[in-house]
Structure formats: C-alpha cells, structure tokens
C-alpha cells in the first residue's frame, strides 16, 4: 500500500500549517510560484531544487523529508503476530481503513470505524461467527462513518465509541477509562488536531502477546499527519505525547495509507 501523503502532499501540508508565504517558500526552494505547486501536487518534478532548505522554512525535518522523496517506505507488518486484528479497506474515490479486533475465545468484537461500506466487516463477522458489541469512531468525518448507519442496523445493541460533542453522554469516551471485550483491553487517549473529536484507541492484551495497537484515524500517517491548518502545534504535540511516546514496536493502524510502527514514525515522519 502506497504512502497516504507523497513528499509534495508532505510538505504543501507543512507550508499551509506554519503559514508560511507560498512566493518565499518558491524563492527558497529555486522554484517558479507554478513550478513549486506543480511539485506539491504531483510529487515529482524534472529538474534539481533545494527541497532541504523548503523542508527547513516550512518546520520539518529536512533528512527525513528527504527520505520520502528517496522513496522511504514503513517496513511490510505481519499481521499474524495480532491473530485477531483485520485491516479492511474500502474506496469512494480514495481508501480509508477500518479494522476489527477481537477475543479469540469469547469472539467478543469490536469495529474501529466504518469507512464507506460495511459489506467485508459483515463478511468477516460471519467467517469468524464474532459478537460484535462496539463501534469505536476514531473521528466522525463522513469517510470514516459513511456506513455507521448500516452497522447499528445490522447490530441494533452495539455500543458506540466517540468523542463528538454531539454524540450522548453514554457514548462520549473517558479518557483513560478502560473497555474490555474479552480479554482485550482498549484505553481511549484524545488525541485532536485533524478532528475536533479525534480519538486514539489503544489496544493491548492479545494472545499472543503481541504489541501493543494504537488505531489513531487521522492523527498520524505513516511519514506524514492528518492535516490541520487551524490548530497545527496541538495536534503535533498530541501525537508526540498520546501516540509517539508509546513503546517502539506499537503497531499504528491509520485511517489511510500502510500501516506502520512507533520507531517507524520517530524515525522517518518528517513531521516529529
């Protein structure tokens, strides 16, 4: 799976959040005005600029940034270690990621968002014969919820997870409070930034003993961040403290793009 964010995504992103003039950032790079929106378009350009000093005025970290130009990659992830762990994608003009966990004894299961269809989240409960007891939203952006409406029809008792103000007072999540199914345990940490109401979910207590699992929608891509032009430093600051600071070999489950790894993403996100 592709990288969410090429390295023009990356740093057109950086530009608007640090709000940094679109003529100077151009002037610094060597570039003409529509030479530099090109690149921050496409990705590719035909011709040698300095992309490290861009990287530098626009607050990333130039060696990294460089990395993903020079085609960087999260290493490919076994997801066998987490033998009750399902990425499912689906597209409606771009892929978004849900995935499922589960008990492998009690077959208690929980979806982390929807995305736009649910038929292979149906598909897979019958396989595996789960219970499915919660829907945890990560953020309540229509890419990710599209088929929340089918999935509390299908499951009319399943119990909702998020952190939208609109949402009732039962279904609102406890920062730090813990959420059994099965054995699994899921701890909430708020992590907004892209979304008002973004949500980590943090799952430990597999089988297998695997690491930890942070679903984290759209706080975090591998090599890049969920964008936020209004409050930038405060979703920065959430990922380095709710999800960076975690053990380096927790898995990161994003809502687009490959999945990847804490000492993945302090290693090579040009962002952190």
Known sequence: MPLEDHIGDICRKARLQTKMDLVQ????????VE???????????D????????AELVGLDAGKAVKVADGWGPAEVDLSRWAELRLITTAEGFEVNSFVAWDPVTRQATVFDTGWYADDIFALVELEDLKVE?????HMHGDHVA????????????????????????????EGGVIEVGTLKITPRLTPGHAADGVTYVVE???????????????????????????????QEKVRTEILAMPEDTLICPGHGPL????????HNPFF
Request: one cysteine or more; charged letters at 25%.
């Open 205 to 235: 207590g597999w089988a297998s003993a695997a690491p930890a699992v942070a679903v984290v929608g759209d706080a975090v891509f591998a090599g890049s961040m969920g964008k936020d032009f209004k409050t930038p430093a405060l979703a």
């Open 134 to 138: 919660h829907l945890m939203i990560t």
């Open 260 to 267: 990847t790894t804490v000492g993945e993403e302090r290693a």
């Open 147 to 174: 088929a929340m409406g089918d999935v509390r029809k299908r499951w009319p008792d399943i119990r909702l997870h998020t952190n939208n103000e609109g949402a009732p007072e039962k279904s609102r999540v406890q």
């Open 35 to 45: 030479e530099l929106q090109a690149w921050e378009t496409e990705g590719l350009i």
């Open 25 to 32: 950032c151009a002037e610094v790079a060597g570039l003409a």
């Open 47 to 54: 011709r040698e600029f300095n992309m490290l000093a861009l």
